[in-house]
C-alpha cells in the first residue's frame, strides 16, 4: 500500500517568509510524528500527535514552529518568519497505533532552505 | 531514552555479511532496541526490533546479548544498496514514542 507521503519535497524561502509542510500519513494510521534533521546529524523529534490531538509538542524549537493535525489525518507543519538556521529536512512518520513502542514509518522528507 | 553507543562508520565487503554493534548498558527491563537505516536522501526505514530474544525478519538478524547491554544488527549478504546509516534505538521510560536516533553507523558496502 501506499507509504507516508511528504510535499513539497523541496522548498526555497526567503528569510522571514511563511512555510507550510505538508504530511499524508499511511491511512488509519492514528499516531504522527514530526521530526527535523539538520545536515548531518540523525534526525530529532519535534512533535506528536495521536489522532487529532497533539500530545507533546517538546521538541518545537520556538513559537514560530506550530502543527496540527485537524481531522486525525493529515498534518500540517507551519514555520513562520524562517531564519536560516530553519534550514533542514523535515521528515513525517506515522504507526498504526497507540502503543508506544509501536513501529513508525517514515516519508521522504521535505528539504527546507532559507536563504 | 537509554543511551545507545554505535561506531561511527564501518565497511563491508559485498556479498559478506555485516555486523553492526550497539551498546545500550542503560536499557531497562522493558525497553526494546530497534534498529533503523537511512539511505542517502531518504527518510529512515524501520528494519527491526527486539526485546531479549533474538529477532530474524526478511531484512535482518537482531542478536541481543543476555545481558542486554548490546545487540548486534546482522545483514547476511550485504548488497551495495544496504550502504546507509544505521540507527540503534532503545526508546524508553514515559514518552518512549521520541526516537533519538544520535549519529548511527555509516556502512558502505564495497563492491
Known amino acids: 500500500g501506499a507509504g507516508v507521503s511528504q510535499s513539497p519535497r523541496y522548498k526555497v524561502a526567503k528569510r522571514g517568509q511563511d512555510v507550510a509542510l505538508r504530511c499524508d500519513p499511511i491511512?488509519?494510521?492514528?499516531?504522527l510524528f514530526w521530526y527535523q534533521q539538520a545536515l548531518g546529524q540523525g534526525p530529532e523529534f519535534l512533535t506528536y500527535f495521536q489522532n487529532e490531538a497533539q500530545l507533546d509538542k517538546s521538541g518545537l524549537p520556538s513559537d514560530r514552529f506550530f502543527a496540527e493535525r485537524p481531522e486525525g489525518s493529515v498534518s500540517t507543519l507551519k514555520i513562520q518568519r524562517t531564519q536560516q538556521e530553519d534550514s533542514a529536512v523535515y521528515l513525517c512518520a506515522s504507526s498504526s497505533s497507540d502503543w508506544n513502542q509501536e513501529t513508525q514509518y517514515f516519508g521522504p522528507g521535505t528539504r527546507l532552505l532559507v536563504l | 531514552d537509554a543511551k545507545t553507543t554505535q561506531p561511527p562508520s564501518m565497511d563491508c565487503a559485498e556479498g559478506r555479511a555485516a555486523n553492526l554493534p550497539c551498546n545500550h548498558s542503560?536499557?531497562?527491563?522493558?525497553?526494546?532496541v530497534y534498529w533503523y537505516r537511512q539511505i542517502h536522501s531518504q527518510g529512515p526505514q524501520y528494519i527491526i526490533h527486539g526485546l531479549k530474544n533474538n529477532e530474524t525478519n526478511e531484512m535482518a538478524s537482531l542478536i541481543i546479548t543476555e545481558d542486554r547491554k548490546s545487540s548486534t544488527l546482522i545483514l547476511p549478504h550485504a548488497t551495495l544498496r544496504d550502504t546507509a546509516v544505521y540507527y540503534c534505538?532503545?526508546?524508553?521510560?514515559?514518552?518512549?514514542?521520541?526516537?533519538?536516533f544520535g549519529k548511527g553507523t555509516l556502512l558502505t558496502v564495497n563492491p
Open positions: 534505538i532503545a526508546p524508553g521510560g514515559g514518552s518512549n514514542y521520541k526516537l533519538t
Open positions: 491511512s488509519g494510521h492514528v499516531s
Open positions: 542503560t536499557i531497562s527491563g522493558n525497553e526494546y
